[in-house]
C-alpha cells in the first residue's frame, strides 16, 4: 500500500494518513468528489472508536460477502469516488477473484468523472468497466441517482455497494437486490438495510474479502455454510456496542 505516498510506516496513524493522501489525491485527479473528504472523516471516527482493526463480526461478514458473490447469477461491484481513491487495484483483484462485473456508480454523477474513474480502474488492470451506458434506472429515485446500467447493477441478484446512500441502498434493496455494504457507521441506513452489513474501513475489507472468496472458491457447500453462519442484525449489534464500549490502546 505505500507505492504512492512517502510517509513513515511505523507512524502510529500510518494507515489513517495514507486513507487521507488517498482521498485527497482523488479529489485532485477528479476521481472524488469534495463531500468525499466530509464522509471520509466521518468515516475515520468510527473507525477510531472501532479500534482501526476488522472486528470478528466484520471478518464473519466479509466472509458471508465473499460467498453471495461467488454463488450469485450476476454479482456486481458498485464504485464511486472515494472506493475509487482508496481501493482501485484492490477492487479490480475482488472481481477477477470472484467474477463480479465492475460498475461506477455516483451519488454526486457527472460523465467527467465516470470517465475518470473508469480509466483509473483500467489503470489498475481493470478490462470491462461499467457504467458508461446508463440505460438502466433504480425505481423511486431522482433521474440522476437512478441511472445504473440496464446490464450490469440493473440486471444483478448480488450488488457491493461501499459508502453507499441510504436512499439508493433503500431503493436497491427494494428492487429484491442482495445487498453487501461496507460503511464503518452500523447506524447507517445502508448499513441497516444490508444483506450483509460490512462495518470495516474499506480498506481492509476488500482485500479481506478476496482473501475468503479465494478459500470459498469453488466449494457451494463453504459458501453455504458462510452464508447461513452470518446474521446482520447481531453483526450491528456487535459493531455498536465495540465503538460504544471499547477499550482504546
Ligand atoms: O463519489 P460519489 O459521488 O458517489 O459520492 C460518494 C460519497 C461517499 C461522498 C457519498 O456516497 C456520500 O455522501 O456518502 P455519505 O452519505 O457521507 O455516507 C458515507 C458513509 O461511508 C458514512 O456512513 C461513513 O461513515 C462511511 N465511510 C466513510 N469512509 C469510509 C466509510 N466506510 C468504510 N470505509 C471508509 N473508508
Sequence with gaps: MSEDVDLPENHPRYESLLTRHRIEAGVDRG???????????????????????????ADAAERAAAAYLLSAEHAVV???????????????ELSEVTGAALEVNLFNRTEKRIEAI?????????TDVKGLTADGRIPGLDHERAKVDADGIGAADVVLVPLEDGDRAEALGEMGKT??????????????????????????????????????RGDPDAQQAAIDAFDADSALTEAERTIREGDLE
Excluded: K, W
Design 179 to 216: 445487498e453487501l455494504v461496507v460503511d464503518l457507521n452500523p447506524r447507517s441506513r445502508s448499513a441497516e438495510v444490508a444483506t450483509v452489513p460490512i462495518i470495516d474501513n474499506i480498506i481492509r475489507a476488500i482485500p479481506t474479502i478476496t482473501e475468503h472468496a479465494r478459500d470459498l
Design 31 to 57: 476521481i472524488t468528489s469534495r463531500q468525499g473528504l466530509i464522509a471520509q472523516g466521518r468515516g475515520e471516527a468510527f473507525d477510531y472508536l472501532l479500534g482501526e482493526r476488522t472486528i470478528d463480526s
Design 78 to 92: 458498485s464504485v464511486n469516488g472515494n472506493a475509487a481513491a482508496l481501493v482501485p487495484g484492490e477492487l479490480v
Design 118 to 126: 473508469a480509466d483509473y480502474l483500467r489503470e489498475h488492470g481493470a
